[in-house]
């Protein structure tokens, strides 16, 4: 009983080691990631690298896997992409299998102590990551000698000999067929190959289980692994499925390889391991792993454009996903005004494009709870206008241009659309939270929901999509500001006058209402501003069109 606990104790501490540097990895991610992943992964071959890398760094193929479903879901990677990272990734699962065969998790317990001193010790951040990562990396270590000492039990335990030793799968297929499936359901219910390989090339290394049972039941941890996966994409847009979708393809396509050479490759395998003399059962089955992931490495690679093809086919788009870019080319010194509002032209429209998805996905998110994953494309939407944002003040800034008229027009709606992306997000945040009161709304509350959108909505097509700059659509704006200020006010006398009632419900309905407004104010700002540069003022200020008698 004593080695039981033992062994679920080194689990825990491998679980909670590979938990930290998941945490630790995605840390990372979001800000400029995606300029990142553009400039060091410029070609297929280099994600695949990056798959490797980040895995083996992390000890945890999973983590990769919930990450890269996550960056095709809100568009930083495509889905074609995303096979070459989950290739790399794939490969990047054997180190667990070879710090264990090689035996070097000894060293777990000095590189936590280290890792928990940096921590404590250093104020930079990068540091202190360098701790958090040491101390992750040396509990998976520390985890995985404990299971490797625990394991040690089951020699002397001759009830425990005899019933392992019918079911090896070198003298019976049915035996092989079952322990993969065993390898498949323990590695989903630890949702870690690299703990299942860990605990068979110990019990092998021990004399326990022979080269085919324990190969056969790492064949079947490459199937287990992939739950991980699928539980993230439950949440997701259609493209991190199809990611999630393609993890599970591969990993079906390495097991059914495997099976159909199971015996000739573990003959191989063994007679490798008596060419080479003096290796043991553990080692022999972390080379079959290898082989395994660079077979499937072999067989998924060259046709990755088909296999997202087919991933395409079957899970369709419920909604589009802009992958276009906000360019914000180089404002010359010298340029014109024609010449600016050609250039700068461009970049605002995207902004719209952006801006008008957001606008519908926020108001969707408060009506099908369902469509939770719609919240994470605002937000990276917001994201992406943010940096577009960022990018139109600096080159303004940087351009020493005279035209301070028409750069000022478009660092005015640039300001604005990062606004309205602000409130967007909101909006969705506040649709997300109204499911979370887990009260639904009345049929009047959805009809007001449904009223301010459409009347918002179609403010923002006409003016920022239409381009139709007028005083009638200023007024309609005044407009709207009054409807939304009445319905406010309606709602907030009824938090004083009535006392059987969700308060915390109608609150939220109160700050979407305040944020739809405020995204109605960007709208007026722009037709301000646009009427402005019209009339040849050269600022956007209330003082000065009051003075002017506008």
Known sequence: MDHFLILLAGLAFFLFGMEKLGALLYSYTGGDLEKKIEKYTRNDFTKVIAGFFVTTLFQSSSATTVILVSMTSVGLISVVQSISFLVGANIGSITTAWIVAIKITRFGIYLFTFGLIGKLVFKNRKLKDVGSFLVGLGLIFFGLEMMSGALGFLRDNPDVVDFLSKFDAGSSVLSMVLLTLFG????????????????????????????????????????GTTVTAFLASLGSSAEGKRTAFLQVFMNVVEMAAGIVIFYPSVMLLIKFGETVGNVDAGFLIAVYMTFLKIMLAFIVFPFRKKFASVAQRLIKKKFRLIRTPIMI??????????????????????????????LAYSYIVTRKPGYRSLFQKVVRYEQVLDAGHNDMVKKINLSCNDNTKVLWLFLKISDEAESMGDHAREIAKYGVRLENTKNKLTKEQKQLIHDCYIKIFMQFHEVCVKKNYSKELLSNSENIERYLRAKKREFYFTLCSEHDHDQKKRLIIVDLLSEYSKFNHSIKRIIQVNLDYAEGKSVYLWQNRGENGV
Do not use: C, R, W
Not at 189 to 198: M, N, P, V, Y
């Open 329 to 358: 080319p180089e404002i010359e010194k010298g340029d014109f005004n024609e010449t600016i509002i050609k250039k700068l032209t461009p970049a605002t429209e995207t902004y719209m494009k952006y801006l008008a998805d957001m």
């Open 184 to 223: 498949v359901l323990f590695t989903a219910l630890i949702q870690s190959s690299g703990a299942t390989a860990a605990m068979v090339i110990a019990v092998a290394a021990q004399g326990l289980i022979s080269i085919h049972s324990g190969a056969a039941i790492v064949l079947g941890s490459t199937l």
